[in-house]
């Protein structure tokens, strides 16, 4: 199926830009990257590399490439960036998710929690591990505030970026665990098992990808956007209906950084 793009955006949750998604748009390809520096904190400027350069492989790639090929060639690119600068410890040092449009295949590919929209059907749902950590994070919040806090007190605390930092630790420990209730699936240089490897048919008409700094995806940019923004003006600390791991806080735009494309896909 060939595509052609329709609607594209990419903005970081913090004021001065940063952003650790990319957006992705090749001939062959679309989608989106997701980066993550773990709870061990990557440096920024080897996540910034390692984006970079999946961003570039990806650009170069062969449009018949398989997912399986994929998937190693972007898992040793991490690996090899990992080990030149002295990290042992692959789970605790992030890497991203990916979810990618293969014109040659017709197929949408995903490792991880981006998400995508595809003439209406959806299959996005958040890892349980992720969901657990999300639920404390709320529970500790509504916590605060049953004592007296209030959110924009909570939000200027030292603590309050560092709320559920124990459990994100022990989340990551289940990245890329075969046959385990708690796992979540990532490129981090370990390989990926085939329980976290998607591949979905696509169906001609529209398809969005998106990262996961959009609760609710939509079929054009601003309705997505307009949805966001909703989430973020009555859930502010993101523990009710948008309930994540992290929320909004001084300097920040949003919860997280957000990419948006949409294409037309033709038979």
């Given at each position: 199926?060939?595509?052609?793009t329709?609607?594209?955006?990419?903005?970081?949750?913090?004021?001065?830009?940063?952003?650790?998604?990319?957006?992705?748009q090749t001939?062959?390809?679309?989608?989106?990257?997701?980066?993550?520096?773990?709870?061990?904190?990557?440096?920024?400027?080897?996540?910034?590399?390692?984006?970079?350069?999946?961003?570039a492989?990806?650009?170069?790639?062969?449009?018949?490439?398989?997912?399986?090929?994929?998937?190693?060639d972007?898992?040793?690119?991490?690996?090899?960036?990992?080990?030149?600068?002295?990290?042992?410890?692959?789970?605790?040092?992030?890497?991203?998710?990916?979810?990618?449009?293969?014109?040659?295949?017709?197929?949408?590919?995903?490792?991880?929690?981006?998400?995508?929209?595809?003439?209406?059907?959806?299959?996005?749902?958040?890892?349980?591990a992720?969901?657990?950590?999300?639920?404390?994070?709320?529970?500790?919040?509504?916590?605060?505030?049953?004592?007296?806090?209030?959110?924009q007190?909570?939000?200027?605390?030292?603590?309050?970026?560092?709320l559920?930092d124990?459990?994100?630790?022990?989340?990551a420990?289940?990245?890329n665990r075969?046959?385990?209730?708690?796992?979540v699936?990532?490129?981090?240089?370990?390989?990926?098992?085939?329980?976290?490897?998607?591949?979905?048919?696509?169906?001609?008409?529209?398809?969005v990808?998106?990262?996961d700094?959009?609760?609710?995806?939509?079929?054009?940019?601003?309705?997505?956007?307009?949805?966001l923004?909703?989430?973020?003006?009555?859930?502010p600390?993101?523990?009710?209906?948008?309930r994540?791991?992290k929320?909004?806080?001084p300097?920040?735009?949003?919860?997280?950084?957000?990419?948006?494309?949409?294409?037309?896909?033709?038979?």
């Amino acid at each position: 199926m060939m595509f052609s793009t329709i609607e594209t955006f990419a903005r970081g949750k913090t004021n001065c830009g940063y952003s650790e998604d990319r957006l992705v748009q090749t001939p062959n390809h679309f989608g989106v990257l997701d980066g993550s520096r773990g709870p061990d904190a990557l440096a920024k400027d080897a996540i910034q590399e390692i984006l970079d350069s999946a961003c570039a492989y990806i650009g170069q790639m062969p449009g018949a490439i398989s997912l399986d090929q994929l998937i190693a060639d972007l898992d040793k690119l991490v690996a090899v960036r990992k080990q030149a600068i002295g990290v042992s410890d692959f789970r605790s040092t992030g890497g991203f998710v990916f979810c990618l449009y293969s014109a040659h295949h017709r197929e949408i590919w995903r490792v991880g929690d981006c998400k995508f929209r595809n003439n209406g059907f959806e299959k996005n749902t958040m890892f349980e591990a992720e969901a657990i950590c999300a639920v404390a994070r709320a529970m500790i919040l509504k916590s605060k505030l049953n004592t007296g806090e209030t959110p924009q007190s909570i939000m200027t605390a030292p603590d309050y970026p560092h709320l559920i930092d124990d459990l994100l630790v022990h989340e990551a420990t289940f990245l890329n665990r075969a046959n385990e209730p708690f796992g979540v699936g990532a490129i981090i240089g370990s390989g990926v098992p085939d329980d976290y490897i998607e591949r979905i048919p696509a169906r001609p008409g529209h398809l969005v990808i998106t990262s996961d700094g959009y609760p609710v995806v939509c079929d054009t940019l601003a309705e997505t956007e307009e949805q966001l923004n909703n989430h973020l003006s009555e859930d502010p600390l993101c523990m009710d209906q948008n309930r994540q791991c992290k929320g909004l806080a001084p300097g920040l735009q949003s919860f997280d950084d957000r990419t948006f494309i949409s294409a037309a896909i033709s038979d």
